[in-house]
């Protein structure tokens, strides 16, 4: 069974960087099946991709986050990462993490989600 | 981008009810579209890709079609579980955009 989980502070002050860390169990990121990304989702919203990255460290951004996003992956780790800079109030939001199908670009499994905070 | 319309934004109906909600994309995406059901305080749960195939342990009482532009999710016979919150999302091109949700409420 597949499994995800999202890790880092919850409460980020304005024009600090977010850090979040994606483990995963039950698959391999190695394994090319997924792609391993990121959506978000402010309070009451809709959803919103970010990006994701592939375990060779191909990352393919959302345009309009582009210059904010780093992601990583640590194929020895089994996990992925997201920083996110200069975050603002507009970034307050549930962040999850997620395997995309390499064949059908579907996101098949995510985590349960972590509600980030951007506050003084 | 490609914006993704759904409608309607929000529906309500009857346990054993016939529901069908809507998808429309700015521009042909072909068959690149999946559907996902979201219950608060949870995440998504993805119900249908590549427009049209089931994912595995979704109850076939739903079920996806279209390709182009205009794609629908059709749930049959809707049981208590399936009042929820639904979203497409379109994988043709970057960025990956979801639609603004439809909400299926107990009427």
């Known amino acids: 069974q597949v499994h995800l989980q999202e890790s880092g502070p919850r409460l980020v002050r304005p024009s600090q960087t977010l850090s979040l860390t994606c483990g995963v169990s039950g698959v391999s990121i190695s394994s090319g099946d997924y792609y391993w990304g990121w959506i978000r989702q402010p309070p009451g919203k809709a959803l919103e991709w970010i990006g994701y990255i592939y375990y060779s460290g191909t990352p393919y951004h959302n345009p309009s986050l582009m210059s904010r996003v780093i992601m990583s992956i640590d194929t020895s780790k089994n996990q992925f990462s997201l920083k996110m800079t200069s975050l603002t109030a507009a970034d307050t939001a549930v962040y999850y993490c997620?395997?995309?199908?390499?064949?059908?670009?579907?996101?098949?499994?995510w985590g349960q989600g972590t509600l980030i905070t951007v506050s003084s | 981008d490609i914006q993704m319309t759904q409608s309607p934004s929000s529906v309500s109906a009857s346990v054993g009810d016939r529901v069908t909600i809507t998808c429309r994309a700015s521009?042909?995406?072909?068959?690149?579209l999946a559907w996902y059901q979201q219950k608060p305080g949870k995440a998504p749960k993805l119900l249908m890709y590549?427009?049209?195939s089931l994912q595995s342990g979704v109850p076939s009482r739903f079920s996806g079609s279209g390709s182009g532009t205009d794609f629908t999710l059709t749930i049959t016979s809707l049981q208590p579980e399936d009042f929820a919150t639904y979203y497409c999302q379109q994988a043709n091109s970057f960025p990956y955009t979801f639609g603004q949700g439809t909400k299926l409420e107990v009427k």
């Open positions: 590549v427009a049209s």
């Open positions: 521009q042909d995406i072909s068959g690149w």
């Open positions: 997620a395997g995309l199908s390499y064949d059908y670009r579907s996101f098949d499994y």
